[in-house]
């Protein structure tokens, strides 16, 4: 189904609304300045012009809605037909727009009055078009032009990346350029699917495959023991609840279809590929991955689509497939090895794997049945509940201050992936508990190491998200980022479990094992 959403903006919305002398947006301003006047703009227009486009972006981030108010798919979810969305906003022709796109001989699909679109941000368009109507045409064609150079500087040639560089160092704080062969594999992406092969072939243990299903198992198990068990849910949602998790979908390492050359052939037939045209190759790749997309439009839902790459240290869960992926990038250390003891691997990758699953019933996962429809399965009580329980999460991250960043993390935009974290670690360690149990023996102590079995399931979890963070790139997570940043992730997730307090012998009441604590799951 066709959408629609409120504009992307070059910045992270916050940071439009800053002091309009901000060093953030200047460096943006001065960006979009230095790469006009290099494609051969004068430099009085071009100042002007760019001044106008940040005032102009800086109104648009006004009437964006914030991620914060976005967290709902019930509200986000507006289905309506052209027909319709004419109605409501007469002063754009939408079915025009979008048969421009949809008539490109690459397409060729014909949208009609009739046909469904979802619009994601109906308060966003309520306020455009007054916007719009109060702003310059050079002003709003510049700003569309500009869109579309900013996305594709790192594709320019070197003079181009060193103006992105300066851009960057205010941004994030880097201070280089990636290393010439990250550049290329990062440019290689675009092929993904070939890439993918050359990393199965290489990289990727298949005894790693069957060792991660029996993992998944095992953490399904363990939060199936805990909707049985937990006192909060009545029994029509609870049942409900353990029939999507029955469901669940799992796909580990790669996409089979990529072992057949044939298939990789075919996707690469409409391609255009110049020894000596790089940018274009860029281009090229870049229309037909989008005339694909489009195309998509009038085919049956392919739910056997992987949405990452065989070599993504990542992992994801869809609710609307409602499936599991985990990529064979992850399925190496420090998440997993073959011959790590069962205590690393429950740390590592068995977290990631309850993670994943906890996200079908986090804030916005939950929103979802069994089959990836958009609907309320759980009771109103229950909700309610769950509001109240996910308030503690949302409060406690947000006392949380990011000592990089001087700023506190937004426990209203990371509360998925905080539940998230949570629910994660205390499903794998029971699931690991519980293999211990069936061994009836206890692993033995890493060489060199006094750490029990238990202490390094947590200090694997803590290992994974180590990390060093520049103050600018802190102030962009914490700003911006779902995700706690690396630091808090670990805290946050160890000062709600009892296990990790057992373990370690805190005392009640210390830094790590506070009295009141948060628990969704």
Same mark, same amino acid.
Request: glycine share 6%.
């Given at each position: 189904?066709?959408? +629609? ?62 991620? !914060?108010?976005?967290? @709902?798919?019930?509200? +986000? ?10 109605? /409501? ?42 916007? +719009? ?61 070939? +890439? ?25 198990? %363990? ?6 068990? /937990?006192?909060?849910?009545? !029994? ?19 996409? !089979? ?56 240290? =990542? ?46 019933? @986090? ?5 979802? @049945? ?8 759980? %009771? ?18 947000? /006392? ?67 990390? =060093? ?43 790590? /094992? ?8």
């Amino acid at each position: 189904v066709l959408q +629609l959403d409120q504009a992307y903006l070059g910045m992270p919305q916050k940071y439009f609304f800053k002091e309009r002398n901000d060093t953030m947006i200047m460096a943006y301003e001065n960006l979009a300045f230095q790469v006009a006047t290099m494609l051969g703009a004068d430099k009085t227009v071009a100042e002007q012009d760019m001044k106008d486009i940040v005032d102009f972006e800086i109104l648009l981030a006004n009437i964006s809605v914030p991620s !914060e108010e976005r967290r @709902d798919s019930e509200k +986000l979810y507006n289905k309506m037909t052209f027909a319709q969305l004419a109605q /409501n906003y007469s002063e754009f022709d939408w079915l025009g727009y979008i048969n421009s796109i949809m008539s490109s001989p690459k397409i060729q699909i014909d949208i009609t009055e009739d046909e469904e679109i979802i619009n994601y941000s109906p308060p966003y368009f309520d306020k455009l078009f007054s916007l +719009l109507n109060n702003t310059p045409k050079r002003t709003i064609v510049n700003y569309c032009v500009w869109g579309i150079v900013r996305n594709r500087i790192s594709s320019l040639g070197k003079a181009f990346r060193d103006l992105n560089l300066e851009y960057s160092k205010v941004f994030t704080g880097t201070s280089t350029e990636p290393a010439r062969w990250k550049q290329c594999i990062g440019a290689a992406w675009i092929v993904g699917d070939v +890439l993918g092969k050359m990393f199965v072939k290489e990289a990727f243990d298949e005894a790693a495959k069957a060792d991660v299903l029996k993992l998944i198992g095992n953490l399904k198990l %363990s939060f199936e023991e805990q909707l049985v068990s /937990n006192n909060w849910m009545d !029994e029509p949602t609870s049942k409900a609840a353990k029939e999507k998790l029955d469901a669940m979908n799992k796909k580990i390492g790669y996409d !089979e279809k990529i072992l057949n050359d044939t298939y990789l052939m075919k996707l690469s037939e409409n391609y255009t590929v110049s020894e000596d045209g790089y940018f274009m190759n860029i281009i090229n790749f870049m229309q037909e991955a989008n005339a694909e997309h489009f195309r998509e439009l009038r085919k049956p839902i392919d739910k056997t689509k992987w949405f990452m790459l065989p070599p993504t240290v =990542n992992a994801y869960y869809s609710p609307t497939n409602n499936e599991i992926v985990f990529p064979g990038g992850i399925l190496q250390p420090p998440f997993y090895h073959k011959n790590f003891l069962k205590a690393i691997n429950y740390g590592g990758i068995g977290v990631v794997i309850g993670h994943e699953i906890t996200h079908g019933f @986090d804030d916005r996962g939950r929103q979802y @049945d069994k089959t990836g429809s958009l609907r309320q399965w759980w %009771s109103d009580d229950v909700v309610e509940v769950f509001k109240t329980r996910a308030q503690c999460v949302i409060e406690q991250y947000g /006392n949380f201050t990011v000592e990089e960043a001087e700023l506190q993390i937004n426990g209203i935009n990371t509360l998925g992936e905080n539940i998230a974290d949570n629910g994660a670690v205390t499903q794998s360690f029971k699931a690991y508990r519980k293999w211990v149990a069936q061994k009836r023996k206890e692993e033995p102590k890493l060489p060199g190491l006094d750490f029990s079995p238990n202490q390094l399931f947590f200090i694997n979890f803590a290992q994974v998200w180590c990390a =060093n963070m520049r103050k600018q790139n802190a102030i962009g997570r914490v700003l911006s980022g779902v995700h706690s940043p690396s630091k808090y992730r670990v805290i946050g997730t160890l000062q709600n479990s009892p296990d990790f307090a057992k373990t370690f012998g805190c005392p009640v009441s210390s830094y790590m /094992n506070p009295e009141k604590k948060c628990k969704v799951w």
